[in-house]
């Protein structure tokens, strides 16, 4: 069912398949009163258009969050990546804090995104597995600007209507990566 809210390809599939099977029979019967359903069915697809566009799934609240922790640093503001970790997660803060001290962050892209949110937890919690290009260079400028490919496995927790990093793991992604999306 989330699938429906975020993606608009099944509404646009769905209006698809409908409108061409419609307009087949009407071709095929010649009757005029096959356009009433095919108007019936262009409102419910540009209803579920809307509807995905302005529902916001926690899975999406949870891709928001890392693009905005990408971002942060792309623009190497430290205070900003502390706000989207949890003040428990004292070990990533440590690490992120030590991460921009040494590097500068010109470019990062996320690829190959997976996020679960399990709602059995109290508060609910997420995982995202991904692999992010990152383009850097250290501060001391003796290694210049490198891009290398990081495999990241992010845990989050909903922390009243944010959701906030809690813990993660990086290490570098499998040689078969060696080419920069």
Not at 60 to 69: F, T
Not at 98 to 125: G, M, W
């Amino acid at each position: 069912m989330t699938a429906l809210v975020e993606s608009p390809w099944p509404w646009i599939a769905f209006g698809i398949f409908a409108e061409v099977a419609l307009g087949l029979l009407l071709l095929h019967t010649q009757r005029g009163a096959l356009l009433l359903p095919m108007g019936g069915v262009l409102l419910v697809v540009l209803g579920g258009l809307v509807l995905e566009r302005h529902v916001v799934t926690d899975r999406e609240r949870v891709e928001q969050c890392l693009e905005g922790v990408a971002a942060a640093l792309e623009a190497n503001d430290v205070q900003r990546v502390l706000e989207f970790i949890s003040p428990s997660a004292v070990e990533t803060r440590r690490q992120a804090r030590r991460a921009l001290d040494y590097a500068e962050f010109q470019q990062i892209k996320i690829k190959d995104l997976q996020i679960t949110v399990n709602y059995l937890t109290s508060p609910p919690s997420a995982r995202a597995m991904f692999t992010a290009w990152v383009t850097a260079s250290d501060r001391a400028n003796l290694f210049g600007v490198r891009t290398v490919p990081l495999e990241f496995r992010i845990d989050f927790r909903q922390e009243g209507q944010a959701w906030l990093i809690t813990g993660h793991e990086a290490r570098d992604a499998p040689a078969g990566l060696s080419r920069s999306p």
